[in-house]
């Protein structure tokens, strides 16, 4: 097991611990019984804490979390060719393939 990282709160240990599942990744959470502890230990040692099975996961799994936090969100687009209107996370037209226009701004 590797410690990949630490969390602010139990919440979003689990969602970060979630979104590694979902990656394939096996991920726990620990720490989650010292919470009540803050104060008494350093702060990082007492928060809750996302562990990996397999340390040659970890860089993945940071782009992991780095990629459903960490990402800009894309604005929606308007097709040009067709007019759809597109949400942000599509890159190509779902009714005519279009793909997305690049801004160079
Ligand atoms: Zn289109």
Known sequence: MKLLLHC?????????AN???SAGIHAE????FLSGAVGDIPYLEA???V???D?????LARSVIAQAEGA???PDWRCKDCGEAIEGQFAQCWNCGTMRPFDDD
């Open 51 to 53: 562990w990996i099975d």
């Open 8 to 16: 602010m709160h139990l919440v979003e240990a689990h969602h970060r």
């Open 19 to 21: 979104l590694l599942r």
């Open 55 to 59: 340390r040659q996961d970890a860089e």
């Open 72 to 74: 800009p969100t894309q």
């Open 29 to 32: 959470v620990r720490n989650t």
């Open 47 to 49: 928060g809750p804490q």
